[in-house]
Every structure is written in C-alpha cells, then in structure tokens.
C-alpha cells in the first residue's frame, strides 16, 4: 500500500468514527428532546462510545466499505453500507439487551442511531463520488469543453444506455455531447434518456437542422436489412460514423465506447451471436495436445485463438509460411505463457519430417486447415493443389491413425459439392480419404464444410479495400455471382463445435445463412469506404474466371441434413460415399502419384475428373495454361 493509499485511508477512517460519535450523541440527544436524564447522560461515556465505534468498523471492515475507490460509489457500494450498518445496531442491541436490558435508554435510540449513521456514511460516500465526478472533472476539462463534440446516437436500448452512461460520467469523454437518440420504436419516441430526448424515426435524421459531428450506432443485434438502412441515413449527413461490436464480439468485454470502430462489411451481414457449448468444447480440449496445420492462415490461426480459451497442454503450429510462422509465434507464446506452443516450419507433403512431428509430441487432436484454395491459381497448378490438398491431407490421415490420434478435423469447401475446378475437386477427394480412414480405424475423422470467409487472405474484401483505395476500378466476376459467407471467428467457432459432436466419418455443414451477391457487397464497401459506387468509384464486370461458378452449394439436393445439438450446425445423413466408393477413389489416387509429373494440367484434371465423376474440367485446352513447377507453399 503507497503512502497516498494509506493517508486517504486515514481520512476515511477518522471520518467514519466522527460520524460514528455523531450519530450516537444526536440520536440520544433526540429521544429525550436534548434534555438527557443524569442516569442517561452517564451513557456518553468513553467506555461505551469506544465499544459502539469497535462494532461498526468490525462490520464496515466486513463488508468492504474500505476497499473500494469511493469516487465510483454504486448502488452496490451502498447497499454494504446498509449490510453493515444493519448487523452492527443489531449487535449493539443484542449486547445492551444483555448487560443493561434498555433500563436506562429505549430501543428506539438505537432505531434512530441506524438511521442516522447510515444517512451520514452514505451522504459522504456519494458527496465523495460527487466531488470527483463533477467539480474535479469539471475542472480539469474546462478547457477541453471549449471543443465538445456533439454526438448523434442512433438506438435507444440498453446500448445506447450504457454508452450514454459512460459518457455523461466518465473524464474521457467530457470532449463529448450526446444532444439526441433516434430510434424507430414508436414507444420511445418523445421520450428521454438520461436527459437526451429520443427523436425518430431514424429516416428523419438527415432532414432534421442538428448541428452535430459524429453519429455512434448503438444497435449491437441489428439485422443486416436494418444495418444497411441505417448505414445509408448516416451517409447521407456526410458525418462521420461508428458502430459497437457485435453480440458476439462483447461477450468476453463490456459495451464500451471505446469499443466503437467503423462500420465493416461484416456488420451487414446481420450475423446474430453464436452461443457456443463451453463445456463440451472445454472437455475436449483442455489439457489435450493438439496439432493445427496450416497454423498461420486465416482459419488455422482463428483456430488456435479458440483452442487457446480452452487450456490445451500443448499446440503444434505447422506452417510453410515462414513469414506466418513468425508472426503466429509472436502472438501466442507471448501472450499465453502458460500454455506450451511448438512451431514448425513444414510443408504436409513431407512425410518423413511429418512422422517424426507425430512420433514427438504425440498430438490427440487435429485439426486440419492447410490447403491451397484460390481457385484461378489452382487452374493453372493442378499439380500443387493435387500434392497438398490431396497427398498431404492423405500423409495427415495416415499418421494420424497410425499414431493414435483422438479426432481429425478436415476444413473443407463449399467448392467440393458438384466441384467446377481443381480446388473443390481436391477438397472432395480430400473428404473421401478421411471418410476411408475412418473404416479401419479408431481415430474419429469428420469434415466441416463451409463457404467464403470475409478477411481471409485472397478473400473478396481485401482485394475490394485495395481497389478502392487506389480509386477503382472495383472488380466483379459477373452481376449474379452470389455467395455464402462467414467470419474468420464465426467459422473457427463452429469448427471447434462441429469438432465435439462428430464420431464417425460425418460430414458437417454450416450455417451461413442466405447468400450474398458479390455485387452488393461492393456497393457496400464503396459506400462505408466514403464513396459514392458508379460515380466516385467505377465498378467494372470482368466476367466468370475459370474454374468458377455463379453460385456454391454446401450439399446436393438429393442428400438430407439432420438437426445436430447446435442450431448452427447440420450433418449430411448420406455423405455420398459408401465403403466401397472410398476405397476405390484411394485406390485410384495412388496411381495418380507416380503419374503426376508427367502428365499435363489438362491431362490431370481428365484424370481428377474419372476418379470424381461429378468434377467436370473445362474442355478447352487453350484456356489451360500448361506450367509444371516442382515446388510450391502449402
């Protein structure tokens, strides 16, 4: 405790027994109308004002009251004034019954002492509080209120009532000054928050002569109808703009202003909180060794920030990347001390290097997220995307089963459904190796199988940021391209839960939703980007790319999806793959091995396409760019 600590406890102290006399002479001075009886006034003696004094510090003492910093007096912090002051009268009674039986003063002194010590130990607790927030802040933002800030809030729940909270109290954001709410509930409107009227609707906003500088949307569980609407009237103010995380982003903190950021993209995909089983993911990571490949990508690292929140003994970070490697290292082993991380720079194709990785540190988990996924770059490099998402998922399955592991996960594609190009192809392939392993062995082998990630590398959005910054063009494929997509921390969540509900070879699903047209999606960046679409920035249509197709499936119309534990989350009943079919597609991939360097892009993908007769590779060979490297990321 530093000197300072200990004087301001030496104030509160001194004052609380001042108090303490106080009370205890006003209330006897009181119930017999300031004349007191020589018997009573023998009461006020040192003996017994020292015992009164002792009982009441022992109770404040109990409850805390010298713990906490009273300049942020609650309604909590007065209520252990209450606790307090209630069990020490009802001591002080209990012992005056016992040695004077209240022949000398009524029971009523002691009513009356109760309530005069809590009114002036509560007075002076919020007079504390009220000093600090009011004059003190006062004074030290006099200059700064010069140059307040005038706030729009849009939302009138609990949001906007905690915010509006926080900036009214808080040093912070004196600079501040919310003049108005609007909101579209007809119930709130002409009311008020805190003192700030609620005007609406909120269509009304740009209409209405407010002078004001920045608008904070407080509607955390907005739909993503209602946050494109909203984001088109903060628009058309021409102020500045900000939102509050998502539901799902504040579970772990507190609705905070400072958690205000801009309004991104994924916000308009309204995604509503996914609400995880903690217990059921707690019991199947903690304390477990737990290998991720492809550790420094978009899914893998989300991935290892989930099994983090669970206390794994061990995680094994396999990354080609070394750049990634580095940066993942960094993140985790600084932060998480208490949890060993093993970084390894290692390409899955290595199946030697893979072994003794396996044989080493013995992993009971896996989850496997390594794979080449860009479409168009996978055209042109059949070969590469047949070596990693195909030999190297098959290298990961078979030391898995050899050595034990609990469960595999595989992350998979939508693009493996009715596959169009050599990435949903290789996926597919990839998922009927597992599902083969699976037969003949105790290790449990599931796929997830999902659709676009927002802000994973080579992913729409980051391409769509940089060619807004750099003034356009903005890129689309075609005006009807739709698709499913997903945060990175949504997607990493549900791979975690799909991950404690699979046993046997399942194939899960999940949810994302509606789809999306890209074309939308960059009328929406342009416009949270400050621009107007068309006019300030051009968006050109450059038609389909080879290997794409205009929508994604997660499951063909003839398989059925069953209901699983989390709403999120279905699994395919049929996963279109019998024993028999497994086997034969392994089968044929081992002859494809020894074939591969010899063969050209065209000629591989015939061959992709007779081992999986639902891939169909493009029949022209002009479009097929005839490149063979040897080696290449994974």
């Not at 000093?131 to 010069?146: E, G, P, Q, V, W």
């Not at 003034?471 to 404690?500: K, N």
């Amino acid at each position: 405790m530093d000197i300072r600590t200990k004087k301001n406890l030496f104030i509160l102290l001194f004052t609380d027994i001042l108090l303490i006399i106080s009370s205890f002479t006003l209330s006897i001075l009181l119930r017999f109308d300031f004349s007191l009886p020589v018997d009573v006034a023998s009461m006020i003696n040192l003996r017994n004002i020292f015992g009164i004094i002792s009982i009441k510090l022992s109770f404040f003492v109990l409850f805390a009251l010298y713990r906490g910093m009273w300049r942020y007096t609650s309604v909590w912090d007065m209520l252990n004034i209450i606790k307090a002051n209630l069990s020490a009268s009802f001591i002080i009674i209990i012992i005056n019954s016992f040695l004077y039986g209240f022949s000398n003063i009524g029971k009523s002194v002691f009513l009356i002492d109760f309530i005069f010590c809590l009114g002036l130990i509560g007075v002076f607790r919020l007079g504390i509080r009220l000093f600090f927030s009011h004059i003190i802040n006062a004074l030290r933002t006099r200059d700064i209120s010069k140059n307040k800030n005038n706030v729009i809030l849009i939302g009138a729940g609990e949001a906007a009532h905690i915010i509006l909270r926080q900036m009214q109290n808080k040093y912070f954001f004196e600079r501040n000054k919310v003049i108005a709410i609007f909101d579209d509930n007809n119930r709130k409107i002409g009311q008020e928050l805190r003192g700030v009227p609620i005007n609406g609707p909120i269509k009304k906003l740009p209409l209405l002569n407010l002078e004001f500088d920045q608008i904070y949307i407080c509607t955390p569980s907005a739909t993503n109808n209602q946050m494109r609407n909203i984001v088109e009237i903060c628009k058309q103010t021409n102020k500045p703009f900000k939102t509050l995380p998502s539901l799902s982003e504040l579970i772990e903190g507190k609705v905070s202003i400072s958690r205000f950021r801009e309004v991104s993209a994924i916000d308009l995909l309204g995604r509503k909180e996914i609400k995880l089983n903690e217990n059921a993911i707690t019991k199947f990571i903690k304390g477990k060794r737990v290998l991720v490949t492809g550790a420094g990508g978009s899914i893998g690292s989300e991935l290892v920030r989930q099994c983090v929140k669970f206390d794994p003994s061990l995680i094994i970070l396999i990354e080609i990347n070394e750049l990634n490697l580095f940066k993942i290292e960094r993140e985790f082993i600084l932060e998480n001390s208490n949890i060993l991380f093993k970084p390894i720079l290692l390409d899955i194709r290595e199946y030697k290097v893979l072994k003794s990785v396996f044989e080493e540190f013995k992993p009971q988990v896996l989850f496997h997220a390594a794979a080449y996924k860009h479409v168009p770059m996978q055209e042109k490099f059949p070969w590469e995307a047949v070596k990693t998402n195909i030999f190297g998922t098959n290298n990961l399955a078979r030391l898995a089963s050899n050595n034990s592991v609990e469960k595999f996960v595989l992350v998979s594609t939508d693009k493996a459904v009715r596959p169009t190009n050599v990435m949903g192809a290789t996926k597919r392939i990839a998922e009927i190796i597992i599902q083969n392993y699976n037969y003949k062995t105790n290790t449990e082998f599931i796929a997830v199988r999902f659709g676009n990630v927002l802000g994973s590398s080579g992913s729409v959005i980051p391409i769509f940021k940089e060619q807004i910054k750099m003034g356009g063009p903005v890129t689309v494929t075609d005006p009807d391209m739709e698709r499913y997509f997903m945060s990175i921390p949504e997607a990493s969540q549900l791979i975690l839960q799909a991950a404690t509900l699979g046993s046997s070879g399942e194939i899960f699903i999940l949810d994302m939703g509606s789809p999306v047209k890209i074309l939308e999606l960059a009328y929406d960046l342009i416009r949270l980007s400050g621009y107007e679409p068309d006019l300030d920035i051009p968006i050109k249509i450059t038609g389909i790319r080879p290997g794409e197709k205009k929508s994604e499936e997660l499951s063909l119309p003839s398989e059925k999806l069953n209901i699983t534990k989390h709403e999120k989350i279905l699994v395919l009943n049929n996963t279109e793959s019998t024993k028999n079919e497994s086997i034969r597609v392994v089968n044929e991939i081992s002859k494809l091995k020894d074939k591969l360097e010899k063969v050209s892009a065209l000629e591989l993908k015939l061959k992709l396409s007779n081992i999986l007769p639902d891939y169909k590779p493009e029949d022209s060979p002009k479009k097929i760019t005839n490149i063979k490297i040897n080696k290449a990321e994974a």
